[in-house]
């Protein structure tokens, strides 16, 4: 049974579009984190939060924004996307202090 | 963080152990090593940590040298299901170290 949820699995949308890409965690982790990955290739790091209204850049660069609001929520926007958005999008949660991250299943974005 | 490196891929016999390397010797002595795996672009797996003691759980033990500048992911009898990108990765122990993945190593268990 998951414990950190992202919504949704799959998306296809056009180019100009804004999007939401969903994730929620239900452990009270106070960390969370984005992550990017295209196929067959490295996951790398865009957002992370380290609690409510904390909210900072990876070490990839991205043109998309996060927001924490409240404790399990740490949506991910694109204003407009682009086919170069294409890619994988993971998010991930962890407890303060030296711990194991839990993965969502990733959304699986396709911009046309 | 300390970088780690690690062969790009292994194959491995279903049944047998696997022995998975990784090397860090520029680790510091605050610095873990905790070793993830994802499975066909799947969201990664926590498998397994350790400072500088060995470590065993349900789904691995953690060889880690005394100098700690290297370590073996051992899985004790492989399954197809096994079958994934291996991460070793080198985190400071505080409570903002933020976990940065290599290329890994492609575990690829054969019938």
């Known amino acids: 049974e998951a414990d950190i949820y992202q919504t949704p699995r799959y998306l296809v949308i056009g180019t100009g579009k804004k999007i939401t890409l969903e994730c929620s965690q239900t452990?009270?982790?106070?960390?969370m984190y984005w992550y990017q990955q295209d196929p067959g290739m490295e996951l790398h790091l865009i957002h992370y939060?380290?609690?409510?209204?904390?909210?900072e850049k990876g070490d990839l660069s991205s043109e998309s924004t996060v927001s924490r609001i409240r404790t399990e929520h740490f949506p991910l926007t694109l204003e407009s996307a682009r086919p170069s958005h294409t890619s994988q999008y993971l998010c991930?949660?962890?407890?303060?202090?030296?711990?194991?991250?839990?993965f969502g299943s990733g959304t699986r974005l396709t911009v046309v | 963080d300390a970088k780690t490196t690690q062969p790009p891929s292994m194959d491995c016999a279903e049944g047998r152990a696997a022995n998975l390397p990784c090397n860090h010797s520029?680790?510091?002595?605050?610095?873990?090593v905790y070793w993830y795996r994802q499975i066909h672009s799947q969201g990664p797996q926590y498998i397994i940590h350790?400072?500088?003691n060995n470590e065993t759980n349900e789904m691995a033990s953690l060889i880690i040298t005394e100098d700690r500048k290297s370590s073996t992911l051992i899985l004790p009898h492989a399954t197809l299901r096994d079958t994934a990108v291996y991460y070793c990765?080198?985190?400071?122990?505080?409570?903002?170290?933020?976990?940065?993945f290599g290329a890994g190593t492609q575990v690829v268990v054969t019938p």
């Open positions: 991930a949660s962890s407890r303060a202090g030296v711990s194991g991250y839990t």
């Open positions: 452990m009270g982790h106070d960390k």
């Open positions: 939060s380290y609690g409510v209204n904390s909210t």
């Open positions: 520029t680790i510091s002595g605050n610095e873990y």
């Open positions: 350790g400072l500088k």
């Open positions: 990765i080198v985190i400071i122990a505080d409570s903002w170290g933020k976990l940065q």
